[in-house]
């Protein structure tokens, strides 16, 4: 699952920092350019890990253009890929039920439906960002 984001970097005595204009208190800081973007995805994944196990709601991503900046600040997607993490994740067995018919169909076409559930749930929670 990838988490994309915009986020504000400034640069400041020839040090740089970044914010995320939709995830508060998510922010991180570098020497140069490179670290800075690296910095700023490790800070994302960190927001977006701990307010999925927190069972936070995770904003809409903001349209990069409405972002204000000034001469010293330029703003940037941020990705981050959560997919390894996800796999890793404990997992938790549920019960459901669904129509003999469906379940039929599923099972010829060799549905995983553990990774159909999870899908929906992430597209249902608009974790997906």
């Known amino acids: ?74 703003t940037s997607y941020v990705s981050s890929d959560l997919s390894a993490y996800l796999k890793n994740a404990r997992a938790v067995k549920k019960t459901l039920t669904i129509p003999q018919w469906l379940n039929a169909a599923a099972e010829k076409k060799g549905v995983n439906f553990s990774t159909v559930l999870q899908d929906a749930l992430i597209k249902q929670l608009n974790i997906v960002g």
Request: charged content about 30%.
């Open 1 to 74: 699952m990838k988490i994309v984001y915009p986020a504000l970097f400034h640069e400041e005595d020839d040090a740089f920092w970044v914010e995320f204009p939709d995830l508060e208190g998510c922010n991180s800081f570098g020497d140069t350019k490179e670290e800075v973007f690296a910095n700023a995805q490790e800070a994302l994944e960190g927001y977006i890990l701990t307010a999925l196990e927190e069972n936070e709601h995770l904003p809409a991503p903001s349209d990069i253009r409405s972002i204000k900046c000034d001469e010293n600040s330029f």
